[in-house]
C-alpha cells in the first residue's frame, strides 16, 4: 500500500496537525458565538422588558430542532467510531445520517422563520428579534458548512480513504450542537 | 490490520499502527444521547412549574451540564492533549472578558454622571404598551416598526419612536 507524503503530525504538537487546526478553529468559534452570546444576555438582563418579545419564539420548533441535533451529533460519533474500526462504508452512511440531521434541522427553522416573518417578527423589527435572526442565523451558516463538510468527508470515507477526517468533522459538528444548546434555552426557554 | 480486545469498562482496545486507541461500544454513545435527551426534556419542563429560579437551572444548569457532556464524549476532550484544554480555556476567557468589561454599561440604564435616556423611555414605553394591552410585539423600536398584515396596531396608537404610552382603552392589537 502506497502512502501519500502528508505531514499529519508533528512532534512539537503530540496530536494530529489537522485536528489541531480543528480545535484552534474552535477556540476562535468560542470567541465569535461567545460575544453574541454574552451581548444577548447582557441585553436580556439589562432589559426585562424583552421577555414581551421572547414570548413568541416557537418552543415546539426549537425544541424538535435541539431534539434533532442532539441526534445528529450521535451519529457524527458512531461515524467516528466506524472510522476508529477502519469501517468506512458505515462511516460514510452516519455521516450521511448527520448530513440529514442538518437538513431536518434547515427545514424546520426556515419554517419557523417564514412564519415568524410573516407575522412582522423581522431582523429589523427591535434589538430582540435582530439578536434572534443573528445569532440563529450565524449558527445555521455553521450547520450549512458542517454539512458540507461532512459530504467531502463521506465521499472520502465510503472509499476507506482519509479517515481520520471523520473525527475532525465530527467534533465541528459537536461544537455547532454545543452552541444550539446554549441558544435554546436563551431563546425559546427563557421567557 | 486491527486487533480488538474488550476491558471491563466496554471500551475496545483498537490497535493499528504506532498506537492504540479506545474504541468505546455503540451502547455507550446511545446510552449518553438518551441522558442528553432526557434532560432536554427537563429543560423544557422546567418553565412549566412556574417558578422563576427553577426555569434559570432547568434551563441553564441543564444547558451547562449537556455541553460538557458533549464535550467529554462525544468531542473527546478529556483525552485530548492539555494545552488544547489551555487554548480553548483561553478563547472562554476572553469572552468573559468582554461580559465583564461592557456588561456594567449594559446592563444598567444609569449610573454616576450618565444616564441612558433611550434605553430607560424603551423601557417606561414597552411597560406601558403591555399593561395596556397594545404592545406591538413586531415593532417597537419607532421607524424600524413594519406591521404585517393582519398585525397592525390598533388605530389611534401613538408612534412608537415618541415613546408615549398608548391611550387607554385601547383594543390591543390582532394577534400575537
Not at chain 1, 465569535?32 to 439589562?46: E, K
Not at chain 1, 431582523?123 to 439578536?131: C, G, L, R
Not at chain 2, 471491563?8 to 482496545?13: E, L, T
Amino acid at each position: 500500500m502506497a502512502f501519500k507524503p502528508i505531514a499529519t503530525t508533528r512532534s512539537a504538537a503530540g496530536i494530529l496537525t489537522a485536528k489541531l487546526a480543528v480545535w484552534w478553529l474552535l477556540a476562535s468559534e468560542v470567541v465569535i458565538f461567545g460575544g453574541v452570546l454574552a451581548s444577548y444576555i447582557m441585553h436580556r438582563i439589562g432589559h426585562p422588558e424583552w421577555a414581551h418579545y421572547a414570548v413568541h419564539t416557537n418552543t415546539l420548533a426549537g425544541g424538535t430542532n435541539t431534539f434533532v441535533l442532539l441526534t445528529s451529533s450521535l451519529s457524527a460519533v458512531l461515524a467516528h467510531r466506524a472510522a476508529q474500526l477502519k469501517d468506512g462504508a458505515t462511516a460514510a452512511k452516519l455521516l450521511l445520517a448527520t448530513v440529514g440531521g442538518g437538513g431536518i434541522f434547515l427545514v424546520i427553522k426556515s419554517f419557523e422563520w417564514a412564519n415568524e416573518i410573516k407575522h412582522g417578527y423581522t431582523i429589523s423589527a427591535n434589538p430582540f428579534w435582530s439578536f434572534y435572526y443573528t445569532a440563529a442565523g450565524i449558527h445555521g451558516l455553521h450547520v450549512i458548512a458542517g454539512m458540507t463538510l461532512m459530504l467531502w468527508v463521506a465521499n472520502d470515507a465510503r472509499k476507506n480513504q482519509e479517515l481520520h477526517r471523520v473525527e475532525l468533522v465530527g467534533i465541528y459538528w459537536h461544537f455547532v450542537d454545543l452552541v444550539w444548546i446554549f441558544l435554546f434555552p436563551l431563546l425559546y426557554i427563557a421567557k | 490490520m486491527s486487533d480488538h480486545t474488550h476491558d471491563s469498562h466496554g471500551h475496545a482496545a483498537h490497535a493499528h499502527g504506532d498506537h492504540e486507541e479506545h474504541v468505546h461500544e455503540v451502547s455507550h454513545y446511545v446510552k449518553v444521547w438518551g441522558a442528553l435527551v432526557v434532560l432536554f426534556l427537563i429543560s423544557v419542563a422546567g418553565p412549566m412549574v412556574g417558578i422563576k429560579i427553577l426555569t434559570l437551572i432547568t434551563a441553564f444548569g441543564i444547558a451547562i451540564v449537556q455541553a460538557s457532556m458533549v464535550v467529554k464524549f462525544f468531542m473527546h476532550l478529556d483525552i485530548e492533549k492539555r494545552y488544547v484544554h489551555y487554548f480553548l480555556a483561553t478563547s472562554l476567557m476572553f469572552m468573559f472578558l468582554f461580559f465583564a468589561g461592557v456588561s456594567p454599561d449594559v446592563m444598567k440604564h444609569h449610573g454616576t454622571n450618565w444616564t441612558n435616556v433611550s434605553a430607560l423611555e424603551t423601557k417606561a414605553r414597552i411597560e406601558a404598551e403591555a399593561a395596556a394591552g397594545t404592545l406591538e410585539h413586531h415593532g417597537g423600536e419607532g421607524e424600524h416598526a413594519a406591521p404585517a398584515e393582519g398585525h397592525a396596531p390598533a388605530e389611534g396608537h401613538a408612534p412608537a419612536g415618541e415613546h408615549a404610552p398608548a391611550p387607554e382603552g385601547q383594543a390591543p392589537a390582532e394577534g400575537h
